[in-house]
């Protein structure tokens, strides 16, 4: 059975993760059920860092202006999985964007 949890996965931005037990000092931990993932489990605190919201803003504005995933990744603190989750999932509105750019140009 699936629970509900507020987290998504950091590393593939998959919503399917359930409530995994606790490490050693407290921690809640978190289990990714996206078999393409490459991780299986991860702790709540990454998830929270890596989509907060200007976070997200800041990986999209300097994919924008042509940086790389790795430089993205490293400027603000993330994994490059991170990077690359959050441009797929906003691929369609960046080139939406463009479009509209392009449409006022002409
Ligand atoms: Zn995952």
Known sequence: M?????????FCGTEKVT???????GKQR?????????HKTFYAEYTYNAYKPEVKTGILQWSVDGAGI????????V???TVIATLKKRVLLIFYIFFVIDFFHE
């Open 19 to 25: 409530k995994n037990g606790r490490s050693s000092n």
């Open 30 to 38: 978190y289990a990714c059920h996206n078999g393409e993932c490459s």
């Open 70 to 77: 790795r430089a993205i990744a490293r400027r603000l603190n």
């Open 2 to 10: 699936m629970v509900e949890v507020p987290w998504h996965c950091p």
């Open 79 to 81: 994994s490059t999985d």
